[in-house]
Each structure stands twice: as C-alpha cells, then as structure tokens.
T-cell receptor, first 115, second 114 residues
Framework: DTGVSQDPRHKITKRGQNVTFRCDPI?????LYWYRQTLGQGPEFLTY????????KSRLLSDRFSAERPKGSFSTLEIQRTEQGDSAMYLC?????????????FGPGTRLTVT | AQSVTQLDSQVPVFEEAPVELRCNYS??????LFWYVQYPNQGLQLLLK??????LVESINGFEAEFNKSQTSFHLRKPSVHISDTAEYFC????????????FGKGTKLTVNP
C-alpha cells in the first residue's frame, strides 16, 4: 500500500493558462474524490468517481473544471483559463467503497498558485 | 444539505493539559461523523469515526469523541496532550447512504506548548 499520490505537488501558473493535476489512488480503491482547500477553510468537495464513472459534481465546479478517471485507475483534474480565485490546495482521496468502511485516504495535495 | 461548525479556530494548551475541540453539525438526514487530523506538512489522516453503536469512539493515540444526537455535536477530547498532538483538526460529516463525500468544518488548530 503506497498511499494516494498526487502530481505535481506545487504548480505556479499565470492567469488564463490551463493546468492539469494527476491523482493515483490506492490500487484496490474504486472510489475517488477531489476536494479543494483554501487558506483558513476546510476541504470542499468538488467531484466523485466510482470506478470510471463520474457520479457527482459540486455546484462549485464551474465549466472551466473537468475531471476524468479513465479505466477507473488514476484521475486527472483540469482547470482551463485559470483565475486568481482558483489558487488553492487540490486534494485527492480514495476509498475502497466497502460497506461500513467510510474511510477516505487523502493524498498530499497539489498547491496551485495563479499569478 | 449538511454543514459543520467548529467553534474554535485556534486552541493553545500546555503539554499534559486536557483539551476539547468542539464540533456541531446540521443535517436533515442521518449522518456519519469523522475527525481528521493534519500534522504540519502532511496530508489529512482519519483520526476516528462514528458510524453506529456506542456513541463514544476512541483513537489509538488517546483521543476520544462522543456523538450526541440531541445536541448534534461530536466533540473531540484528550485528557492529556503531548507536543506531538500539535496539528489542525477537522470535523466532517457524510450523509448515510450517499456518495460518502465529506462535508468539513473550517478546522481547529491545536498548539501544544511545553
């Protein structure tokens, strides 16, 4: 069990550029979540996958955000035409999805700074 | 929809003192409750969870939390803290029977001083 990994750990980009983040969940986990955390706040849910299907998206997720999980393995989160308000820590978490587990394992996060 | 309120943004205490971190939630449906901890420069880790059964749940490092349905609270306590408990603590809920997405509070930064 190598844990949830995220890449890159830090990203600095200029306003208007596109960025893509990657998350590799724990290998046997079929559920994958993306959250966003800004300074002084708790993580906020963005979207959720069960295997390759994206089953839920937050209203926080504007049209500039898109997420994929091809083949139910790793996931990518893309932000198009970044804005300064997108600056945040983007967290990925995975869970096994077994009944009565309800335990999410979080990655270290990708810190995005939009200048 | 669910919401979580952590009443204290910062809690400074001395080593070996007791501590209580408060968490209240609001939900129109039944929820499960969690405490996550984030040590400096590390990712979020599950500390403890309440799913069912005994309303008092314990972690392996001496923390405990009690689910109080009537007061919609899930306060976290430790009778004697260590320097190594310095971290940010997040209370979270998820709707029973849902996607398991977590709704977090804003967090409480616990600082344990010598």
């Amino acid at each position: 069990d190598t844990g949830v990994s995220q890449d890159p750990r830090h990203k600095i980009t200029k306003r208007g550029q596109n960025v893509t983040f990657r998350c590799d969940p724990i290998s046997e986990h079929n559920r994958l979540y993306w959250y966003r955390q800004t300074l002084g706040q708790g993580p906020e849910f963005l979207t959720y996958f069960q295997n390759e299907a994206q089953l839920e998206k937050s209203r926080l997720l504007s049209d500039r955000f898109s997420a994929e999980r091809p083949k139910g393995s790793f996931s990518t989160l893309e932000i198009q035409r970044t804005e300064q308000g997108d600056s945040a820590m983007y967290l990925c978490a995975s869970s096994h999805g077994r009944q009565n587990s309800y335990e999410q394992y979080f990655g270290p996060g990708t810190r995005l700074t939009v200048t | 929809a669910q919401s979580v309120t952590q009443l204290d943004s910062q809690v400074p205490v001395f080593e070996e003192a007791p501590v209580e971190l408060r968490c209240n939630y609001s939900s129109s449906v039944s929820v499960y409750l969690f405490w996550y901890v984030q040590y400096p420069n590390q990712g979020l880790q599950l500390l403890l969870k309440y799913l069912s059964g005994s309303t008092l749940v314990e972690s392996i490092n001496g923390f405990e939390a009690e689910f109080n349905k009537s007061q919609t609270s899930f306060h976290l306590r430790k009778p004697s803290v260590h320097i190594s408990d310095t971290a940010e603590y997040f209370c979270a809920v998820t709707r029973q029977g849902g996607s398991e997405k977590l709704v977090f509070g804003k967090g409480t930064k616990l600082t344990v001083n010598p």
